[in-house]
């Protein structure tokens, strides 16, 4: 049990009962463990630093004891709490990464002796006994239990993100659910709206008058003069051109019709 006597040196000032005695001895085997001290309370303060010693305030509530501890690679990180129960001792220990808990009783005048807290070879007794509960309750239930949760979900390697990846402003594409595409045609931007109005040779969309020559069904020939009390004069309206209908399609003035086998 090389470096309990020293510790034990260390803060025997500070030692004034049994549940002293038991911190002292639980810190000393936390600390063979791999461990360093780092301050008291569930929070880190602005004093903390990695020590093999107990930290400044350890026992300053004679009931409820909490230590922190850190790795020596800074791998993972313990809170200890030891409250005291009448004659017994309730250690509580909670790892921070894998939030993995474990617990242990020890009765306090088993392994201490209430009556020569100021000597050291005489404070301890079961050494051993109360050595191996601390490490089969504590040190070996959380060291699996971490281990357990390291491999349970191993680190992940991805590839690079690309800049059009990393770009926050980038409005990422719509891929459709299925690999067939819908039969219409994308959308035009909001001002294509009536460009084939304007254009009426450039083959836009987007227009708003009736046009049955280009509705897509197939049509016949249509009489310019629909709708009108009298015919066009030949040419008034182009084979072909786009325009108003001037009445309902169909309807042709009376007269005599025009001959189009030459068109």
């Known amino acids: 049990m090389a470096g309990l006597e020293v510790l034990f040196?260390?803060?025997?000032?500070?030692?004034?009962?049994?549940?002293d005695a038991l911190v002292c001895f639980l810190h000393w085997e936390v600390v063979t463990h791999g461990y360093y001290g780092l301050g008291v309370g569930d929070q880190p303060g602005p004093n903390d630093k990695k020590s093999e010693l107990l930290p400044a305030g350890w026992n300053n509530n004679k009931d409820l004891y909490v230590l922190r501890y850190e790795y020596k690679d800074g791998s993972r990180k313990l809170l200890v709490k030891a409250i005291t129960v009448e004659s017994s001792m309730i250690l509580n220990v909670l790892e921070y990464g894998s939030q993995q808990v474990a617990d242990l009783t020890l009765n306090l005048d088993d392994y201490i002796d209430a009556e020569h807290l100021g000597d050291f070879h005489r404070t301890y007794k079961n050494n051993?006994?109360?050595r191996s509960r601390i490490v089969s309750g504590i040190i070996t239930p959380i060291h699996e239990q971490w281990e357990k949760a390291n491999v349970s979900s191993p680190h992940r390697e991805f590839p690079p993100a690309t800049?059009?990846?990393?770009?926050?402003?980038?409005?990422?594409p719509h891929h459709?659910?299925?690999s067939r595409q819908p039969p219409w045609c994308d959308p035009l931007g909001p001002f294509a709206v009536g460009g084939e109005d304007l254009d009426p040779f450039g083959h836009r969309r987007g227009g708003m008058i009736v046009d049955p020559l280009r509705s897509g069904f197939p049509r016949a020939l249509i009489d310019p003069s629909s709708g009108?009390?009298?015919?066009l004069?030949?040419?008034?309206v182009p084979p072909g051109a786009r325009f108003d209908p001037f009445g309902p399609i169909g309807t042709s003035p009376p007269g005599p019709r025009p001959d189009r086998r030459g068109q």
């Open 128 to 130: 051993e006994e109360l």
């Open 9 to 19: 040196a260390s803060a025997a000032p500070a030692i004034t009962c049994t549940q």
């Open 176 to 178: 459709p659910h299925t």
């Open 228 to 231: 009108l009390p009298n015919r």
């Open 233 to 236: 004069p030949p040419g008034a």
């Open 163 to 172: 800049a059009r990846e990393v770009d926050p402003l980038r409005i990422p």
